[in-house]
């Protein structure tokens, strides 16, 4: 028997389509095979896209939810400082070295000098009505100071605790201050809020997996007769694969663009109705920005078309 | 064109064939028969891999079945027809698009399946019933869409299952007809029967598998 090639009589031969567009053929039969299954199968395809886009929306909300307080917390952080109390007899000589110093350290982004004077006159300000009990002083009781901002990434409670126990040991610091436990604090909202995220990110992307896996499970079921003779027909695993994945992606865009249109909705929706109450809320309140609402249909795509592959797993003849 | 040697094959252990040696020559029109439970169907399903043989080789065309790996059962597939018992008809597609499915899974386009599908459904004599479905037809009419759909691709052998079961004589002699005519074409035709009068007198090379055995071979 011949077994170098596979001969092909004239007859044989005569249907056979090997050509390149073999392949935009059966994209173009999937595509087709899909969307009349979305259309067959509605009532299932249609909960489970509700199912995706309800899991997505929630996500998003949860999103902004997050984005907002993650800036909240930036703002804080910004505002936040180490004051260096300077010795009493500590003489021009002795700032500037320390001032020096404070430029010269790259953990630091700015660095402003307080002068006795000017502590005494902030404060005094600040008493307003009461200022009256400085009075008692001879003399001007309060130190002169340097208000540090440490870079933002400088910003652990550890890192911060460790910088300012070794400004106190420079010569003419008196003390150190810093809010130690407003920034520990600081420290575990930021973290809390990070671990949220992903934990409930992975927790809506085995959801939104797993709906679609089961969805696209049913209908392998629905159609086992006609897997079982395409196979026996000589249909490539791709070739079976493909019109459930499509439909998965189908599946996953949809919800995606729903879940899109939804938060968009909400969030126009309560911002307009917050704005007659609180104006400032518009300068406050952030949504997401646009480029993730074009990505939500994409992640739920991404997210269908896994569950979807697990769900068809390995086509065995 | 096919061969089997030493093929054995058993359920469960328990024997279905045992050392079969087989050789059909391209373009052989035969009969395999038997009575039931003798391994007619097996020997069918052995060809298009649908069951491995536990000791022996198959070879069909340059295909050695028997070794075949799960991705390359398609391809053996596709170049074989096959006409099954329980005719594997979709109900929920028309005859013509039963028909076009052996076409689809080669990726060939609409314009040239309708040609074909065309073709083979005037050849059965169905093509005014293109637009039914299954259910809405005989079970001659049937088993002739699934010739149509066996035949469409032009294989290089055609398989057939009892495919007279239940059909009466006149469905039955013209299902031969239309077996004979696609064996003229150069189609290799294996035809598993227990119904003797398909043979009788045909001419053609009858296999009689009896107790796992091919029994004897003679001239229908």
């Not at chain 1, 005494?120 to 009461?130: C, Q």
């Amino acid at each position: 028997m011949n077994t170098t090639s596979k001969s092909k009589g004239a007859y044989r031969s005569k249907p056979k389509n090997t050509s390149n567009g073999a392949w935009l053929e059966i994209t173009k039969y999937s595509f087709k095979t899909a969307l009349k299954s979305l259309r067959l199968e509605k009532w299932i395809n249609l909960l489970t896209i509700l199912s995706v886009s309800i899991g997505l929306t929630i996500f998003c909300a949860f999103i902004i939810i997050n984005s907002n307080m993650s800036s909240a917390l930036q703002r804080w952080a910004k505002s936040f400082g180490v004051v260096v109390y300077l010795n009493e007899d500590i003489n021009k000589e002795g700032e500037d070295k320390l001032k020096n110093h404070f430029l010269q350290d790259t953990d630091i982004e700015a660095v402003n000098y307080i002068s006795k004077e000017r502590s005494y006159e902030e404060i005094k300000k600040t008493l307003g009505s009461n200022a009256m009990i400085l009075d008692v002083f001879k003399e001007n009781p309060l130190p002169s100071s340097f208000e540090l901002k440490l870079k933002r990434g400088y910003l652990d409670p550890l890192l911060v605790k460790e910088k300012a126990a070794k400004i106190s040991q420079l010569d003419g610091v008196q003390e150190v201050q810093y809010g130690e436990k407003w920034l520990s604090s600081l420290n575990t909202i930021a973290k809390t809020i990070k671990l949220g995220s992903i934990v409930f990110g992975a927790a809506i992307f085995i959801a939104v997996t797993f709906i679609t896996y089961s969805t696209i499970k049913i209908l392998l079921h629905r159609r086992k007769d006609e897997i079982e003779t395409l196979k026996l027909l000589g249909a490539s695993s791709s070739f079976i694969r493909l019109p459930f994945l499509i439909e998965g992606f189908f599946i996953g865009t949809i919800g995606g663009t729903i879940s899109s249109l939804a938060i968009l909705g909400i969030y126009s929706f309560i911002m307009y109705k917050m704005v007659e109450f609180l104006p400032a809320i518009k300068f406050v309140v952030t949504s997401l920005p646009l480029f993730v609402y074009l990505t939500i249909p994409l992640g739920g795509a991404v997210m269908s078309l896994i569950g979807s592959f697990i769900a068809i797993g390995k086509i065995r003849y | 064109m096919i061969l089997f040697s030493d093929v054995s094959k058993s359920y469960e252990k328990k024997a279905v064939l045992k050392s079969i040696s087989l050789i059909i020559k391209k373009g052989d029109l035969i009969f395999i028969t038997g009575p039931s439970g003798a391994g007619k169907t097996t020997m069918l399903k052995l060809i298009y891999c649908s069951e491995r043989p536990d000791s022996g080789h198959i070879t069909v065309a340059d295909w050695e079945v028997s070794k075949l790996k799960q991705q390359e059962i398609p391809e053996l597939r596709r170049n074989i027809g096959i006409i099954f018992q329980d005719f594997k008809l979709l109900s929920n597609r028309t005859v013509f698009d039963n028909v076009a499915l052996a076409l689809s899974i080669h990726g060939m386009n609409s314009e040239k399946i309708r040609h074909y599908v065309n073709e083979a459904l005037d050849e059965v004599k169905l093509l005014d019933k293109a637009t039914l479905f299954p259910q809405f037809l005989s079970g001659g009419e049937q088993q002739r869409v699934v010739i149509a759909r066996a035949m469409v691709s032009k294989p290089i052998v055609l398989l057939a299952d009892e495919p007279t079961g239940d059909l009466d004589i006149d469905n039955a002699k013209a299902i031969m007809e239309l077996f004979s005519k696609i064996n003229s074409k150069g189609t290799t035709v294996l035809i598993a029967t227990h119904d003797d009068n398909l043979f009788r007198a045909s001419g053609k090379r009858v296999v009689f598998v009896n107790d796992h055995y091919i029994e004897k071979e003679y001239i229908g």
